[in-house]
């Protein structure tokens, strides 16, 4: 399989995104599905590793492309007081509402919940984080992160921390519209609060459903230098290789990043 000839940008999204495949293809964990339960638990891990840093703790919480998931949340819930969940497809925005509002038919995220948990100790407080994730996601709005004010006429005050997890890649169809967003939804974290970023590495599509969408092949040393642009320290980062040969993406890697923003000036 091959990139799409011409990169897959938020029109595409909105048309062709299926919230419910998308779920189903990379979100399911069962014993046959190897490459899916290794990349998704190795960003698990990745994510709770970060939200188990000191600094990183707060009041409000900012995810950045959150799509129709919540493993994003799983860890971070534990640490800030309230989250607001930011997505540019209609669809995926409001598949995550279904799951916030326990609708008959939501994705089934409970495997999951119960392998963070483990991670946590705990494997039996699934549904008590579940609970904590519905109550403390507060809003749930669109953004658009290639604009200089990502969330438009919505003014958010800033931030104690913003995580985006396989969105930028996605989104950006070169290194300076890459950067470019980077910096646009720096605008959204106070100075003095944090990133937190998980992106792949080495990828150029992905797939499911038979629909392909493209991806910015990005290096970590691209990455760390496009932070350290938008005004942010980097303080971790740790690239792990993703070895598993398939066809629905092309993924070498995958970066788990925190930055803190640097005062302002």
């Not at 091959?2 to 029109?11: Q, S």
């Not at 409000?60 to 799509?67: M, P």
Request: aromatic share 10%.
């Amino acid at each position: 399989m091959d990139a799409p000839a011409i990169f897959t940008e938020a029109d595409f999204y909105q048309q062709s995104f299926d919230p419910q495949a998308y779920l189903k293809e990379y979100y399911s964990m069962s014993d046959s599905r190897e490459g899916a339960n290794v990349f998704l638990t190795q960003n698990l891990k990745s994510l709770h590793k970060m939200f188990s840093l000191d600094e990183l703790r707060g009041g409000t919480l900012i995810d950045v492309g959150c799509g129709p998931t919540i493993y994003q949340l799983l860890s971070a819930c534990e640490r800030f007081q309230e989250i607001i969940a930011l997505d540019y497809t209609d669809q995926n925005r409001r598949e995550l509402e279904r799951w916030l509002r326990n609708e008959a038919g939501a994705f089934d995220w409970v495997p999951v919940v119960k392998y963070v948990c483990e991670l946590e100790g705990d494997r039996e407080k699934w549904a008590e984080k579940q609970e904590k994730v519905r109550k403390k996601v507060k809003q749930v709005l669109k953004c658009d992160v290639t604009r200089a004010n990502p969330t438009g006429a919505v003014s958010l005050p800033p931030a104690d921390c913003i995580v985006s997890t396989l969105c930028l890649e996605g989104a950006c169809k070169d290194l300076p519209t890459f950067r470019s967003a980077l910096r646009n939804i720096g605008t959204l974290v106070k100075p003095g609060g944090h990133l937190v970023l998980v992106t792949v590495l080495g990828e150029t599509y992905y797939a499911f459903n038979k629909q392909v969408f493209s991806c910015l092949r990005l290096e970590k040393h691209e990455v760390e230098a496009a932070v350290e642009a938008a005004g942010f320290e980097v303080t971790f980062s740790e690239a792990q290789p993703y070895t598993v040969s398939e066809e629905r993406m092309d993924c070498r890697g995958t970066l788990g990043l925190v930055a803190r923003r640097r005062p302002s000036v």
